[in-house]
C-alpha cells in the first residue's frame, strides 16, 4: 500500500494506493488518526489507485468516520474503482460514507 | 468504554437467555452451532487474528486471545494457516459445537454473569445485568443492539457482527417486537451488511440441511462403525465436505483418533458425538447450553 497525502484548500486528500488488508491496516490507520489529531477536518480518501480492501481496511475507515463525527468534521470517499465499489454496496458502507464519482465532485462538496 | 467484558459467542448465547432461564428454541438445533462458529470468526476477525474479504478466512496475526473459546479456533487456524473459503471453517468449526456450547456457559458463570442452579442455566442477577467491570456498568448485549437500531449512531464494529449474525441466522425476534421488526427494517439491514462473514452466514444457514438425527437412527441395530459412519456421512452433506481429508482426525477412517472415536461410540450407543481437541475428550451431542460434559451433576 502507498499513501501520500496533499492539500487542497481546507481540504486534506489522502491518495491512497495498492491493497488494504491485514498487513497494512494499522499504518493507514495510525496516518489518518495522525491527521485528525492534527486538526483536519476535511479529509478525502482518493481510492482511484486501491485494487483491494479486506474487512480490516473497511473497519479502519468505519473507526475514521466516527471520530470525525466526534469531531466535527467529515470525510469522504473518491475515484473508487468498480471492484472497490461493489465491495462498499455489498457491505452497506455506501450508505454512511459520502462517496463521489471524481475529486472535483469531492472538493465542490 | 469498549465492551470487552464478554467475547462475541457468549453475547450471542446471552441474547438466547430470557431472564427466567428459558431459551429460545432455535438455539436448540445443530443449525446454532453454525451461528457460534460464525461468532467465534467474526470476534477473531475483530481481534485482528483473521481478516476477511468477500469469500476468504486470511490468516493474520495468531497469538492466543487468553479466551478458551477463542483460542481453541486459532489454534485450528494456525494447523491450515493458509486463506481458505469462509464457508470451509465455518463448516470445520460448526463440528465443535458442543464443545463451544459448554464452554460459552462455563465462561459465563465463571464471569459471575450465569449461574446454574437446578440444572438450569440462569442470570445472576435476576435480570439482564452484567456484573460491574473495573466499577463500571457495562451495557448488556440486548440494549445496547436495541438502542443501535434505533439511532442513527454509527456502530462500533462488535456490534455490527452481533446484528448481522442474528438477522442472518433468523433470531431477530430474540432482540425486536414485529413491529419493531417493520419499522427499522431498513435499519437493521443497513448495518447487518456491514460484516462479510454476517453475508456469508445468510448463504449457509439457507443451504444448510437439517436432520432429525432422532429418526435418522431409529429402525434396525446398527453396528458403531455404520452409525458413525452415518454420522460422518451427514455432516458431509450438511456442511458440503467433499473431500475426506479435510475431516478432522478423529473423524478420518484409518487414524488412530478414528479408533478411539469408534470406541466411544461402541460406548454411547450413538453415533451423534463430538471430540474436544483440547480436553482429548469426546460427548455425546445434545444440542443445548448444558452439555453432559458439564453442569449436570458430573
Same mark, same amino acid.
Given at each position: 500500500?502507498?499513501?501520500?497525502?496533499?492539500?487542497?484548500?481546507?481540504?486534506?486528500?489522502?491518495?491512497? @494506493?495498492?491493497? =488494504?488488508?491485514?498487513?497494512?491496516?494499522?499504518?493507514?490507520?495510525?496516518?489518518? =488518526?495522525?491527521?485528525?489529531?492534527?486538526?483536519?477536518?476535511?479529509?478525502?480518501?482518493?481510492?482511484?489507485?486501491?485494487?483491494?480492501? @479486506?474487512?480490516?481496511?473497511?473497519?479502519?475507515?468505519?473507526?475514521?468516520?466516527?471520530?470525525?463525527?466526534?469531531?466535527?468534521?467529515?470525510?469522504?470517499?473518491?475515484?473508487?474503482?468498480?471492484?472497490?465499489?461493489?465491495?462498499?454496496?455489498?457491505?452497506?458502507?455506501?450508505?454512511?460514507?459520502?462517496?463521489?464519482?471524481?475529486?472535483?465532485?469531492?472538493?465542490?462538496? | 468504554?469498549?465492551?470487552?467484558?464478554? %467475547?462475541?459467542?457468549?453475547?450471542? $448465547?446471552?441474547? $438466547?437467555?430470557?431472564?427466567?432461564?428459558?431459551?429460545?428454541?432455535?438455539?436448540?438445533?445443530?443449525?446454532?452451532?453454525?451461528?457460534?462458529?460464525?461468532?467465534?470468526?467474526?470476534? !477473531?476477525?475483530? &481481534? &485482528?487474528?483473521?481478516?476477511?474479504?468477500?469469500?476468504?478466512?486470511?490468516?493474520?496475526?495468531?497469538?492466543?486471545? *487468553?479466551?478458551?473459546?477463542?483460542?481453541?479456533?486459532?489454534?485450528?487456524?494456525?494447523?491450515?494457516?493458509?486463506?481458505?473459503?469462509?464457508?470451509?471453517?465455518?463448516?470445520?468449526?460448526? !463440528?465443535?459445537?458442543?464443545?463451544?456450547?459448554?464452554?460459552?456457559?462455563?465462561?459465563?458463570?465463571?464471569?459471575?454473569?450465569?449461574?446454574?442452579?437446578?440444572?438450569?442455566?440462569?442470570?445472576?442477577?435476576?435480570?439482564?445485568?452484567?456484573?460491574?467491570?473495573?466499577?463500571?456498568? #457495562?451495557?448488556?448485549?440486548?440494549?445496547?443492539?436495541?438502542?443501535?437500531?434505533?439511532?442513527? *449512531?454509527?456502530?462500533?464494529?462488535?456490534?455490527?457482527?452481533?446484528?448481522?449474525?442474528?438477522? &442472518?441466522?433468523?433470531?431477530?425476534?430474540?432482540?425486536?417486537?414485529?413491529?419493531?421488526?417493520?419499522?427499522?427494517?431498513?435499519?437493521? %439491514?443497513?448495518?447487518?451488511?456491514?460484516?462479510?462473514?454476517?453475508?456469508?452466514?445468510?448463504?449457509?444457514?439457507?443451504?444448510?440441511?437439517?436432520?432429525?438425527?432422532? $429418526?435418522?437412527?431409529?429402525?434396525?441395530?446398527?453396528?458403531?462403525?455404520?452409525?458413525?459412519?452415518?454420522?460422518?456421512?451427514?455432516?458431509?452433506?450438511?456442511?458440503?465436505?467433499?473431500?475426506?481429508?479435510?475431516?478432522?482426525?478423529?473423524?478420518?477412517?484409518?487414524?488412530?483418533?478414528?479408533?478411539?472415536?469408534?470406541?466411544?461410540?461402541?460406548? #454411547?450407543?450413538?453415533?451423534?458425538?463430538?471430540? %474436544?481437541?483440547?480436553?482429548?475428550?469426546?460427548?455425546?451431542?445434545?444440542?443445548?447450553?448444558?452439555?453432559?460434559?458439564?453442569?449436570?451433576? *458430573?
Amino acid at each position: 500500500m502507498e499513501l501520500k497525502f496533499k492539500k487542497d484548500g481546507e481540504a486534506t486528500i489522502l491518495e491512497l @494506493s495498492g491493497r =488494504l488488508d491485514t498487513s497494512n491496516y494499522e499504518s493507514f490507520s495510525d496516518e489518518l =488518526l495522525k491527521k485528525m489529531d492534527e486538526g483536519d477536518k476535511h479529509i478525502i480518501v482518493d481510492m482511484e489507485d486501491l485494487d483491494y480492501i @479486506s474487512s480490516s481496511g473497511l473497519r479502519v475507515f468505519l473507526s475514521a468516520l466516527k471520530k470525525m463525527k466526534e469531531n466535527n468534521g467529515e470525510l469522504a470517499l473518491c475515484c473508487m474503482s468498480d471492484k472497490i465499489s461493489e465491495v462498499f454496496e455489498i457491505s452497506g458502507f455506501s450508505t454512511i460514507f459520502k462517496i463521489f464519482v471524481c475529486m472535483d465532485d469531492a472538493l465542490a462538496k | 468504554m469498549e465492551n470487552n467484558f464478554l %467475547n462475541i459467542p457468549e453475547e450471542i $448465547a446471552l441474547l $438466547a437467555l430470557g431472564e427466567d432461564g428459558e431459551v429460545h428454541p432455535k438455539i436448540k438445533s445443530p443449525k446454532f452451532d453454525i451461528v457460534i462458529a460464525s461468532a467465534i470468526l467474526m470476534d !477473531l476477525a475483530i &481481534h &485482528h487474528r483473521i481478516d476477511t474479504d468477500r469469500v476468504n478466512i486470511i490468516p493474520d496475526k495468531l497469538e492466543p486471545l *487468553n479466551d478458551p473459546i477463542l483460542d481453541v479456533a486459532i489454534e485450528e487456524i494456525k494447523e491450515q494457516n493458509k486463506p481458505l473459503p469462509i464457508k470451509d471453517w465455518i463448516a470445520d468449526l460448526s !463440528l465443535m459445537g458442543q464443545f463451544f456450547r459448554d464452554e460459552i456457559i462455563k465462561s459465563l458463570v465463571s464471569k459471575g454473569v450465569l449461574k446454574i442452579e437446578n440444572k438450569q442455566v440462569l442470570w445472576v442477577f435476576s435480570k439482564r445485568v452484567y456484573p460491574l467491570v473495573e466499577d463500571k456498568e #457495562v451495557k448488556e448485549v440486548r440494549a445496547r443492539i436495541r438502542d443501535l437500531v434505533f439511532s442513527d *449512531n454509527i456502530p462500533e464494529p462488535k456490534d455490527i457482527v452481533i446484528l448481522s449474525i442474528v438477522k &442472518h441466522s433468523d433470531l431477530l425476534d430474540i432482540l425486536f417486537t414485529d413491529k419493531e421488526l417493520d419499522d427499522y427494517k431498513q435499519r437493521i %439491514n443497513q448495518i447487518a451488511k456491514m460484516d462479510m462473514i454476517g453475508l456469508v452466514i445468510g448463504e449457509e444457514m439457507d443451504e444448510f440441511k437439517l436432520y432429525d438425527i432422532k $429418526a435418522f437412527f431409529s429402525g434396525e441395530e446398527k453396528s458403531a462403525e455404520e452409525m458413525l459412519e452415518e454420522h460422518i456421512r451427514e455432516l458431509k452433506e450438511k456442511f458440503r465436505i467433499t473431500d475426506s481429508g479435510r475431516l478432522p482426525e478423529w473423524l478420518r477412517r484409518g487414524t488412530p483418533q478414528y479408533e478411539k472415536t469408534l470406541e466411544f461410540v461402541r460406548e #454411547v450407543g450413538t453415533g451423534d458425538i463430538t471430540f %474436544n481437541h483440547r480436553t482429548k475428550q469426546y460427548q455425546v451431542n445434545s444440542y443445548d447450553f448444558i452439555g453432559h460434559g458439564f453442569g449436570s451433576g *458430573n
